[in-house]
């Protein structure tokens, strides 16, 4: 069974009335619910030793996902290097919604991961792009969600290895809502729809496409990344 | 001076009212209007012997546009075979609009290239997504458009090398409206943006893109592409 | 179980001694016991009605292999274009060695795939440049082979989307041998070592990369690819 | 004229005499002297303050050189911060060598940007795969580099864009040595070739790389990269 680490800085909800309302035991614990039935879950949280990353989880993750928003640069610098570290060696990576300004994703990106907002409750709707890749299985043609943050382009990454999902927004913008990238051995997938008010974890397409991209995103074996001198 | 040769189907024009009383002399001519300052400017169409495109005229081409729609079949295919082999040594291939289902293109993509559609009359925003890139050289963030054709994803190409522009249109759809493939040595940009009865190209953004986009697709000197075999 | 369609051009083995001293039944059915253990195997040749390739024999195929190399023009065009229809409905596709001049490899491409040989029974050596990716699983660093055809750079296909192996060999050469594709929902792997008379596929890597292929060309479920007109 | 900037450690050529012989005057006064004909050439170098790399400096330049080895470390993040925020901006950057290592490099890319190596002095020979590139304007199909370090796959760096560059070295090894990349709105191009010992940049196919390579990755105008809160 793949291994789930499901991280989440856990502040909007112990802060925030609107947050609790929605997701009263955090969103990591939404997203465990989601998971927990077809793989090994388990939580780690800003305020915890270590962000709850310690060797040992992170050794024993195949796949983490990622979701953060008003306190990114209270993560430590160690922990980020533990973390990049592992993804390269092969552990999967799913970053979620506001998580694109974390210092993981920024520093994996090598870019700003900048891009534009308006928290305007409109309607999305994420069109699949890429009907033949894994993360799209057993999809419609396109997801609805009827409020939604908006994220609009530019989006400053670097150009996806492959764009599974394009956002179109009622007010007028687009996104490049589902991103693959590969570091080294890891695969990761940015996936922009989430909210601390909005249920968006609660709508089963999403929840689908949360699965089937820790499918995607789990480790392969792999062949061995020797560096260094050569005799 | 780049020398550009610009192929029309021209047959909406000859044969559709409203098609003429927009491009009276033709869309290869409200496209030769635009260049003709910077450029060394020829036209071809469909009805000419060779469909225009002897073997004379397309050594002597840097960079050929295409547009076609209604007559995609009657284009011979010694003249697509000419074309092909033409890119792959380093000539730019602009596709525009209903092009995406030209012989050429679907030869070069090597896909069905089929998308969705719908002609209603509907507002376009063409969104800069690659704002680095040099066809988006002195462009604003997005580019409005308020009448034109729906053209919606899925679309069946490869995964463009760079994606320039994505569309929001008014009805709800996203189109990867601004795609650059390297074929050989040959740069392919297709544009989404065009009509035979909305004067799509009398916009000044949209003739800025065709013009950088010439600039973009130029053939550059390359090293030798020797082939066969070796000593 | 994944079906696999073994295709092989199979006139070297009937034609020529030396090709019937290594692979006496054939290519295809060298392939086919390399893999029957794990899948369900069918063979198809050139000679046979429709090429071996009816529709009905497509249609339950998920992984198709192409050895071709002397006939490549007796391939009838209509078959190509069923084959081309199936892998952009998701069919993978593995192509072998003097494949990259087959029809269906060059209809995909859009390319001319040419490249540089010399038939010189030196030595190569496959180097894994991408390790986490799946057909790289189990391998060591790199894969030697003490005999081969040589093939040398520049290979006029598309830049892959991933490059897992890249060839040194003796005589001075470097050749992107193994180059990961998708066209529309189908995988595409070329995979340069074969031979007619060199018993390459009889090296265990070699088989072993052969697997982990068809694992990975194997099709996902994806979403619809609907297209037309949308009311 | 394209404003280059030349930065080099500069500590080679000032502690050992084999590196000092071969560039008494430092390897960026060795690759000023490439480019100062049509180009307008500065240097800076790690012991300067802020390394030669104020605000000024990296404003008014296009194309950052970066030549480094045994001091990575020294590197101040700051410094580092500025270069990718630089090139993020537009700047073009040009990574030679065992630059691969440094700060900036790997800042950029998110990965170790490890590989192997063997300090030999075996034959390189440095295949275009990529002829249609502009990198590649004017080159032979190979370059020949008779006495070389090794650097051998695996090269831990997001694939490349575009790879230029293969290289065949004589002791058995290939390695990806011509990688072009763009973050943000620079273009960024890794370069393998260089030494403190060996005088490859006195090779006259090398220069014309250096030269091609600045004209590639100079800024173009591009659009607005405008972010945060839209209305």
Redesign the interface.
């Known amino acids: 069974m793949v291994a789930v680490t499901i991280w989440n800085e856990f502040r909007h909800e112990q802060e925030d009335e609107d947050a609790a309302a929605v997701y009263p035991d955090g969103i990591h614990e939404a997203l465990a619910g989601v998971l927990e039935d077809d793989h090994e879950v388990r939580t780690a949280t800003l305020d915890e030793p270590e962000h709850g990353l310690t060797e040992d989880v992170l050794e024993s993750t195949d796949v983490l996902f990622w979701w953060g928003h008003i306190a990114h640069d209270e993560v430590d610098d160690e922990i980020v290097d533990r973390v ?1 570290e592992r993804v ?1 060696e ?1 552990m999967g990576l799913i970053v979620l919604h506001s998580g694109h300004f974390s210092k993981v994703f920024k ?6 991961c ?5 928290e305007d409750g409109g309607q999305e ?1 994420l ?8 993360i ?6 396109s997801i609805e969600l009827p409020t939604t943050e ?1 994220y ?5 990454v ?2 996806p ?3 599974v999902f ?4 009622e ?4 996104f ?1 809502s589902g991103c693959c ?7 990761i997938f940015y996936f922009r729809p989430g909210h601390e008010t909005y249920p968006i974890y609660e709508d089963e397409e999403i929840q689908r496409v949360l699965r089937n991209a820790v499918d995607w995103a789990s480790p ?12």
């Open positions: 990049q390269l092969g520093r994996l990106m090598g870019t700003t900048n891009l534009q907002w308006r709707r069109w699949v792009v890429d009907p033949g890749h894994p799209a299985d057993g999809l419609e043609e908006m609009g382009e530019p989006f400053d670097p150009e290895d492959r764009l394009t956002s179109w927004f007010g007028g913008e687009v490049r990238y590969r570091r080294g051995n890891g695969r392969t074996a792999g062949s061995p990344r020797t560096f260094g001198e050569r005799e």
